[in-house]
């Protein structure tokens, strides 16, 4: 039980994929502007994660090495047409809003990385958990960065307008503002890990 545990923590914080492993940067910055951006696009690749992670592990016995990685990109791009399809039928403004960066989760390291390094080598009920801890420590990431950079950026919080937008600062609307806010996260990250690791 720790250890599925452990497994299943660690995608939080510890082996976070945006703040300690750093991949899939480009559209985590990308859509950050907005909450609603942030939490569609974490949900989205959270649910492409899982039931990919699932699938390669359930099969991995049958899949032979020599064309692992296209087996791997087809089941991804299966499931990310599925979240792409399912956005544009009913959720057809945050679909628009994110553009192709939900037609790109087929591509994103995040998945292709978790999928060749441990799905492919550990069984469902590990890759299950595996997936759900990096998706949740992805969107949780993404929603901090969304919350901070639409609050600073736009004044507003899921739409609602919150400061007046005489004192908004329009710098956390842009990219350099994304990237202002992602690196204070990653020392905030890395302040905690310190803490918690001097407590050991």
């Known amino acids: 039980m720790k250890e599925k545990l452990k497994i299943f923590t660690n995608g939080l914080l510890a082996e976070n994929p945006l703040l300690v492993l750093m991949i899939g940067l480009c559209s985590s910055l990308a859509v950050t502007t907005k909450l609603t951006n942030g939490l569609g696009m974490g949900l989205a690749m959270t649910f492409v ?44 403004s945050l679909s628009e809003a994110m553009g192709v960066f939900i037609p790109l989760i087929v591509v994103n390291c995040i998945i292709m990385g978790r999928v060749e390094s441990f799905a492919s080598k550990q069984p469902p009920l ?29 004044g507003t919080i899921l739409g609602a307008s919150v400061i007046p937008e005489s004192y908004c600062i329009a710098f956390f609307s842009k990219a350099a503002g994304g990237f202002f806010v992602f690196g204070m996260f990653i020392a905030i990250a890395n302040a905690v890990k310190a803490v918690l690791g001097g407590k050991k």
């Open 126 to 154: 590990n890759a299950a958990l595996d997936a759900l801890g990096m998706g949740l420590g992805y969107t949780w990431v993404l929603c901090g960065i969304s919350f901070v950079r639409e609050l600073l950026g736009a």
């Open 49 to 92: 994660l899982v039931m990919s992670e699932i699938i390669i592990s359930v099969f991995r016995r049958l899949i032979p090495d020599a064309i692992r990685i296209p087996i791997f990109i087809i089941v991804i791009a299966s499931f990310t047409t599925i979240v792409d399809l399912l956005m544009q039928a009913y959720l057809p």
